[in-house]
Nanobody, 124 residues
């Protein structure tokens, strides 16, 4: 059974940092592109960052570029999202998603597996 579980969310002041983790099991993690999406209160789920299966290629939403870093550890089946310089507008539930192919994508419809999400709240 495919599973992935996010962790690392919490409450932080503006300007602070958090590191999200997503632990995956039940499939060939090293052959799958991974992504992070977020859903702010009352809004649609949106793309944040993605990484190819090998980790060599990454892509970021303009709103987080230069502040967030996506990375992965294929030995431990985990993908990370390091978030620095957090802003109140980063407040959202953050979801880890996986594709069934190695190439990253930015559209949520191209991701097959989703975690339950972890809440990130940034106070001003």
């Amino acid at each position: 059974q495919v599973q992935q579980v996010e962790s690392g969310g919490g409450l932080v002041h503006a300007g602070g940092s958090l590191r999200l983790s997503c632990a995956a099991s039940g499939r060939a993690f090293g052959a799958q592109a991974m992504g992070w999406f977020r859903q702010p209160p009352g809004k649609e789920r949106e793309f944040v960052a993605a990484i190819s299966a090998t980790g060599r290629i990454t892509n970021y939403a303009n709103s987080v570029k230069g502040r967030f870093t996506i990375s992965r550890d294929n030995t431990n089946n985990t993908v990370y999202l390091q978030m620095n310089g957090l802003k109140p507008e980063d407040t959202a539930v953050y979801f880890c998603a996986a594709r069934e192919v190695p190439v990253l994508a930015v559209s949520r419809s191209q991701y097959t597996y989703w975690g339950q999400g972890t809440q990130v709240t940034v106070s001003s």
